[in-house]
């Protein structure tokens, strides 16, 4: 197997590219910034994030995680009441630093971390096009992208595990398990791509590349984490005791689940569903890479990485609203069809729609019921098992090697 990325599979048809691809891309986060920027600047005492759609996590997160002043995260103590701050992990957090730092005031930090994240989001589109050419108009073009690009810091992980996926496919394993475990770092998701990875390589009978690369993503996780484990480990610690104590998130399966069987908007019982979303998570992988490998036994394994995430998604108690832009690079490479794509975005687009005006209407500034919102949630869960059934039933074409200059297939001309 050659060590440069995968040949392609047919003759290209219509090309399109980089730098149009790009112009895409540019086009979508700067109608995201203009979608955002009616809340760009704090003042919400109108409701104007939920009648306007313009909420963002980083605007509220630039007073909640104490940028302001000279603060570091962890080894400064937390100077609020309730002593919450630093809940993320160790990378999101320094790049909120380094945003407050770049910037003066809240819709300056907000700009800060637009340029940040617009970085990331070239990154992702410059590595699919590398993989699939055209394809990457799957993640350039996504309406997820433009209205959760800028809302949490998520485009950071997905630019570390679209890296490493380049990495992988080009034979550098060490580079590709280091690059997965700066993401974890950024966000906990890409670890689980480790999975698919390894078992990419057990497979091919490399079992020696796949330790490296479970070793080098190991090592770069620790190589980050640790300084702030032994200075300051129960800052470092607040993330995970805040996602182990956190209740099921509004989007999620479980909070509905909750709802409609007690009538409580709050769902507790958090040590039940964590148990149950890590047997059920481990149940659906195992059942979905079994399903697979009897549709096509040498699937390639990396490619169980869509269904890994899915599956997460589906059985996990939160799924924040900006978790659909882990899955676009996904659609790109494991799954180009352009009815699912078109499906999964509408669904992800009404749960957003419907998510914040419910939240208008509960803190009264009118909007749609509850009801509204936990149909959309549905909706999108079925839209994605509907992916899984697709992705394991789906024949793959020429031992599903990428094709770097093929257009999209399911795009008329």
């Not at 203009?34 to 760009?40: I, R, Y």
């Not at 990154?123 to 959760?148: D, E, H, M, N, Q």
């Not at 070793?215 to 190589?223: E, M, P, S, T």
Request: glycine share 8%; hydrophobic share 55%.
């Amino acid at each position: 197997m050659p060590g440069g990325i995968i040949g392609p599979v047919a003759p290209p048809t219509k090309q399109i590219g980089l730098g149009l691809v790009m112009t895409c891309l540019a086009t979508t986060l700067a109608l995201g910034i203009a979608m955002k920027a009616p809340c760009a600047g704090g003042d919400w005492g109108d409701g104007r994030q939920y009648r306007s759609y313009c909420y963002s996590d980083i605007v509220p997160l630039h007073g909640t995680e104490q940028l302001t002043g000279g603060r570091l995260p962890y080894l400064d103590a937390c100077t609020s009441a309730d002593g919450e701050c630093d809940e993320y992990p160790v990378l999101s957090m320094y790049a909120m630093r380094l945003a407050a730092w770049m910037s003066n005031g809240i819709a300056g930090f907000f700009y800060a971390n637009v340029v940040l994240l617009s970085i990331a989001a070239f990154v992702v589109l410059v590595c699919l096009y590398l993989l699939v050419g055209s394809r990457a108009l799957y993640f350039a073009l996504a309406p997820t992208l433009l209205i959760y690009g800028f809302m949490n810091w998520d485009l950071l992980a997905v630019a570390f595990a679209t890296a490493a996926t380049l990495a992988y496919l080009n034979r550098r394993d060490v580079w590709a398990g280091a690059l997965l475990g700066l993401g974890a770092a950024a966000k906990i998701y890409p670890a689980l791509l480790l999975v698919p990875f390894v078992l990419g390589r057990f497979r091919d009978r490399e079992p020696d590349r796949g330790i490296h690369l479970a070793w080098a993503g190991a090592g770069a996780w620790v190589a980050v984490n640790l300084p702030f484990v032994l200075a300051a480990p129960k800052s470092w610690w607040e993330f995970f005791g805040f996602n182990r104590d956190r209740p099921a998130d509004w989007d999620s399966l479980w909070f509905i689940a909750c709802n409609r069987l007690t009538g409580k908007l709050y769902c507790g019982h958090t040590l039940f569903i964590n148990v149950a979303s890590a047997i059920l998570l481990l149940a659906a992988s195992i059942l979905l890479y079994r399903l697979r490998r009897k549709v096509v036994p040498d699937f390639p394994r990396w490619t169980f990485g869509f269904a890994l995430l899915v599956a997460f998604l589906l059985t996990n108690k939160v799924y924040s609203p900006q978790y659909g832009l882990w899955l676009l690079p996904w659609f790109a490479l494991a799954l180009p069809n352009l009815r699912l794509f078109a499906a999964f975005e509408a669904a992800d687009v009404a749960v957003f729609l419907t998510r914040f005006s419910w939240f208008g209407r509960y803190t009264g500034v009118g909007g749609l019921p509850i009801g509204a919102f936990e149909v959309a949630v549905v909706v999108r869960a079925v839209v994605l098992v509907w992916c899984l059934v697709v992705w394991v039933r789906r024949p793959e074409v020429e031992d599903g090697r990428l094709a770097p200059a093929a257009a999209l297939a399911d795009v008329p001309a």
